[in-house]
């Protein structure tokens, strides 16, 4: 069964929509580029209102190390996802502490080249847009996903998925779980409840 988590999440409401929706992870964006970014205040408010169930990610870009370990604690963070230029060697530092989630923009086969070098718990594939490090709502060619899964560890996919077009992309790549942020928004920091249910319906109706 493909896993389910809907990232950028920004408010209490939001998060308890999500879990009693039925997905298996909620994403909090720390990122300072982001127009999604939530304050540690505001994460840790939320990350207390949902139930046990639905795992809490926080998803950084080049943060200070210092900075993910306050945030890991307050927030009891389930799984750390970072979407920066981070290298393997920052990524090992957190290992044992959360799961770990590595980015990637897929731009093209040359992105793949050192994904192998990242000894993490999951990969997770989006879209390349300069300028942007995701929820942008644009795709990439999912040939370079099934190329990234013979690589053997688990994948999130994410790039510009929808309530249209993610039975496709599942039946098509398999992966282990989708991403989606964009595809459910009413606005940038606003999901869409009947969006997100009509999401997590095609998920479970494709398996």
Same mark, same amino acid.
């Given at each position: 069964m493909t896993k389910i988590k809907i990232c950028g999440i920004t408010n209490k409401e939001d998060a308890i929509?999500? *879990?009693?929706?039925?997905?298996?992870?909620?994403?909090?964006?720390f990122a300072r580029v982001s127009k999604r970014k939530i304050s540690l205040e505001k994460a840790k408010e939320i990350s207390e209102a949902v139930p046990p169930y639905i795992k809490k990610v926080g998803l950084f870009a080049d943060e200070e190390p210092k900075t993910v370990n306050?945030?890991?604690?307050?927030?009891?963070?389930?799984?750390l996802q970072f979407h920066g230029e981070e290298t393997p060697e920052y990524c090992h530092e957190f290992k044992g502490k959360a799961e770990i989630i590595k980015g990637f923009r897929m731009k093209d086969e040359e992105s793949i080249a050192r994904i192998p070098q990242?000894?993490?718990?999951?990969?997770?594939?989006?879209a390349f847009v300069e300028g942007e490090i995701?929820?942008?709502?644009?795709t990439f060619n999912w040939d370079l996903a099934l190329k990234v899964k013979e690589l053997g560890r688990p994948i999130f996919l *994410?790039?510009?998925l929808n309530p249209d077009n993610v039975?496709? *992309?599942i039946k098509k790549v398999r992966p282990f779980a989708v991403d989606v942020a964009s595809g459910v928004e009413s606005s940038p920091r606003k999901?869409?409840?009947?969006?997100?249910?009509?999401?997590?319906?095609?998920?479970?109706?494709?398996?």
């Open positions: 929509w999500v *879990a009693n929706l039925g997905a298996d992870y909620f994403g909090m964006i306050k945030v890991l604690e307050i927030c009891k963070l389930d799984v990242y000894d993490v718990d999951y990969y997770l594939l989006d995701g929820g942008t709502g644009q *994410a790039g510009g039975g496709e *992309a999901k869409n409840i009947e969006l997100m249910r009509e999401f997590i319906n095609k998920v479970r109706k494709v398996g």
